[in-house]
């Protein structure tokens, strides 16, 4: 294992799920951009280990059906070979790419565990069972459409220049990489709030090369931005303010419902 970098940092939350596959390609394929050091966090989920010791849990096999007692040493077992396999993968794709990395282990919940750790990092990149392709953007935004090519429209949550500005940036960079349709999400309960504030965000885009159209939203809220990313067919979310949204209420179960990746810029 190399010795962790100076510079810029990435954080990917792994498991054996196809959606921590891509998250861990996605990551290594920005570290490898920015020549940032990849950290992989494993999260033994404490829920899990709560139901292991109940007397109706079961573990059902994928290929007979069967069930059988889901015991707290087998969970433990579980664990180790699902943080062995990550480990290996995560070391694999460093290799390829030479990138610097390092691997850790803890207990507890996905969510709790990456806020944690938030403020040491410079990207987060979560694409657990828990969650669907969250990314944390820093300064650097370029060539982000190169990690998930997206097959929908880019979807920007537009509040005012000063709050939105940075995912503004970061949604053109992503809809021009990809060709994909830029799509403004413009909260505002007035006719003409709401067309001053979409006529500012086209404005703005046009300083990054980029045109759009606006949808309106009814209110900030995730069942909301579930609806709009469904209806438009998103290819991906994006959001500014990672604090706000992951210290959020239910902005967890936002990540189950929500069927594109989600990107939080600060």
Not at 242 to 257: K, P, S, T
């Amino acid at each position: 294992m190399s010795e962790p970098p100076d510079g810029i940092r990435i954080l990917v939350a792994l498991d054996e799920s196809p959606r921590s596959a891509a998250a861990l390609a996605a990551a290594a394929a920005l570290a490898s951009e920015l020549g940032a050091e990849l950290a992989g966090l494993f999260v033994e989920d404490i829920d899990l280990q709560y139901l292991s010791g109940l007397p109706f849990a079961r573990e059902f096999s994928v290929l007979t059906g069967a069930g059988t007692p889901l015991l707290p040493d087998e969970m433990e077992r579980i664990w180790r070979r699902e943080a062995a396999t990550a480990q290996r993968l995560l070391a694999e794709t460093a290799g390829r790419s030479r990138l610097r990395w390092s691997f850790r282990v803890a207990r507890g919940r996905v969510t709790a565990e990456v806020n944690t750790l938030a403020q040491a990092f410079d990207l987060i990149v979560l694409g657990k069972r828990t969650g669907i392709g969250v990314m944390a953007v820093v300064q650097t935004t370029a060539r982000l459409a190169d990690l998930h090519p997206q097959v929908g429209p880019v979807l920007v949550l537009f509040e005012d220049l000063p709050t939105s500005a940075r995912s503004l940036e970061t949604g053109a960079t992503l809809a021009r990489g990809s060709g994909a349709e830029l799509v403004l999400l413009v909260k505002d309960g007035d006719d003409d709030a709401y067309r001053a504030a979409c006529a500012a965000a086209l404005t703005a885009l046009k300083a990054h090369g980029t045109g759009g159209r606006c949808v309106r939203l009814d209110a900030i809220e995730g069942e909301n931005l579930v609806r709009a990313a469904r209806r438009e067919r998103a290819g991906c979310l994006v959001l500014a303010g990672r604090e706000r949204f992951l210290g959020q209420a239910g902005f967890h179960r936002m990540l189950d419902a929500i069927e594109c990746p989600v990107v939080l810029a600060r």
